[in-house]
């Protein structure tokens, strides 16, 4: 097959040097950047793992599933304030333990059957009941904000948040929760709370998932058959060339999407994804390299810079390594990174060292709180003071991918590396490749001593971070301590917004004083770059692009 795509090409060039005039129409014909007229084609750093956003657990495998899905409610495009989706309303009662919406009239899922209540609550239902514990432990983002499942509960007092839903005519769904809980509205808003077609779950199996080992392995309606009701509808994924495929859906309740089709192809490296750009294959694509914004800028490509709204981490595990359960070895392991410096030499401009789990702009960020300073003696000391002067870790970073907080990873572990090693840590390097075994290694299996991980906010709520991170049963760090659960559930649980804010606020001052489960490092502003006839993309905080919007000049 590589035989016969060269010899293929060889003879596309010959065909073009004989008729140079004959190429040149072509290119024009399609746009003037070397791809179809009718198609956007987007270059991205990662694989999906699958489509069926209930079970995603990162930006790559969410980007194709926000371009087929719609939740109850999403964002104001460029921002990460709420505004009508699904449901054109959406009301508490008084203690805010129900929710009824009000639903859109005349939508259709891709395969022709109807959107509306029964199909709500049949979504809904589908999440609290998963059958088995490793789609459980897969449903990261529903377990985070609805607290568990009905089936494998730790238990029968400790109910998940979710309750019932009831559908009293075809456009109202009533959800009741068994608590109130502060993230809501906003966390129906999540990617992972889309909305799928009742039919296409059934017909495909869609809560099959299964464990091997580290790996999983998903349904068919996950790798071949995802239904939305969103602008676009799935056509296919090419393994061998790297691309998922959509093509427009015609009969969308919204805006009609521009281009007829739209490609993401999977381009790991990125200059590599540079040179695809300058050479006229792809339109545009994800996460350039912050040293080359201004050479593409004066190249005349348009470079997007999101607002900020992300943070980097440096993760401990207490479980595997009995010397991290000893708060002195994780002040130590913050006292001797040098974060200044490795913002001002590997982010871009406008990144700052973060000083709590959450950026700035997120309601519960505690301005009183500094940052960690790098001091190397200070982290020997306290290394002395636990007896782990001779501490040996094994840090795992991830390969194959760039992500909004983490522009090139490797250069980041080993700047990190580099600190801990100059106040004698020794580091066992362990790299993994994101979608090959590193998301599942820290996130499910927790297999690591350190890691390096982030967050970019899926909706505006200190609880997206602070929860999403650091409630029960996280494999990623190994915490045991319930006073900590208890106190970012007793703010999660807050709905005031003020007394929202405020608890939060305290538990990122104890975060930093009493627990340290992780050191923060970075939040960061990311970019994307597009050819400049490309135009409507608007960014967003959330880094949740959505390509209906956009149109080649």
Not at 106 to 113: A, C, E, P, R, S
Not at 428 to 439: C, L, R
Request: charged share 20%; with cysteine; glycine share 8%.
């Amino acid at each position: 097959m590589r035989s016969a795509r060269r010899l293929a090409a060889v003879g596309a060039a010959l065909v073009c040097a004989v008729s140079l005039a004959a190429c040149a129409a072509s290119e024009r014909g399609q746009g003037g950047s070397g791809t179809p007229a009718d198609t956007l084609i987007i270059g991205v750093p990662g694989t999906p793992k699958h489509f069926d956003p209930l079970f995603a657990s990162d930006g790559e495998t969410f980007r194709p599933s926000r371009q087929m899905y719609d939740t109850l409610i999403t964002h104001k495009r460029g921002t990460a304030q709420l505004e009508p989706g699904l449901a054109l309303e959406w009301t508490p009662n008084a203690d805010f333990t129900q929710w009824t919406f009000k639903l859109r009239e005349g939508v259709k899922f891709h395969d022709g059957t109807d959107f509306n209540a029964e199909a709500v609550c049949f979504n809904l239902n589908r999440w609290v009941n998963l059958p088995s514990a490793a789609a459980q432990t897969q449903a990261i983002y529903y377990a985070d904000a609805f607290e568990g499942f009905t089936n494998n509960l730790a238990s029968a007092k400790d109910q998940p948040v979710y309750k019932s839903c009831t559908a009293p005519d075809p456009t109202t769904a009533v959800v009741s929760l068994n608590r109130a809980k502060g993230a809501f509205p906003a966390a129906f808003a999540l990617t992972s709370l889309s909305i799928s077609s009742p039919a296409a779950l059934q017909k495909y199996n869609g809560d099959k998932v299964e464990q091997s080992g580290q790996a999983y392995t998903y349904s068919e309606y996950a790798t071949a058959h995802p239904t939305g009701t969103g602008p676009f509808k799935f056509e296919s994924f090419d393994r061998t060339a790297n691309t998922v495929t959509f093509v427009r859906n015609d009969q969308y309740w919204g805006e009609k999407a521009k281009v007829a089709k739209l490609i993401f192809k999977v381009i790991p490296d990125e200059n590599a994804r540079k040179q695809e750009l300058q050479s006229g294959t792809i339109d545009g694509y994800d996460y350039p390299s912050p040293a080359d914004w201004k050479a593409l800028r004066d190249g005349g490509f348009n470079v997007l810079v999101r607002p900020v709204f992300n943070i980097l981490y440096m993760g401990i595990n207490q479980k595997n390594n009995p010397a991290l359960k000893d708060l002195r070895v994780r002040q130590a392991l913050a006292y001797a990174i040098d974060r200044e410096s490795l913002v001002r030499n590997q982010l871009p401009e406008g990144a700052v060292v973060a000083t709590q789990f959450l950026p700035e702009a997120v309601a519960g960020y505690a301005k009183d709180l500094k940052p960690i300073p790098y001091d190397p003696e200070k982290a020997k000391q306290l290394l002395a003071e636990a007896g782990q002067s001779n501490l040996t870790v094994n840090f795992y970073y991830p390969t194959e991918v760039t992500r909004p907080y983490m522009p090139n990873p490797t250069n980041i572990f080993t700047a990190l590396a580099e600190n801990l090693r100059q106040v004698g840590i020794t580091v066992n390097p362990v790299p993994q490749p994101w979608n090959g075994g590193y998301v599942d290694s820290i996130t499910a299996n927790g297999v690591h001593d350190l890691h390096l991980f982030g967050w970019t906010g899926d909706y505006n709520d200190a609880g997206n971070f602070i929860g999403t991170f650091f409630g029960r049963n996280k494999p990623e760090f190994g915490i045991t301590d319930q006073s900590l659960f208890d106190e970012v559930a007793k703010a999660d649980g807050t709905v005031d917004p003020a007394g929202h804010a405020a608890a939060y606020e305290q538990v990122n001052r104890d975060l930093m004083s009493k627990y340290l489960p992780a050191v923060p490092v970075s939040s960061a502003p990311p970019a994307l770059v597009l050819r400049e006839n490309i135009k409507g993309l608007i960014p967003t905080p959330l880094t949740d692009e959505r390509y209906f919007t956009v149109s080649k000049g």
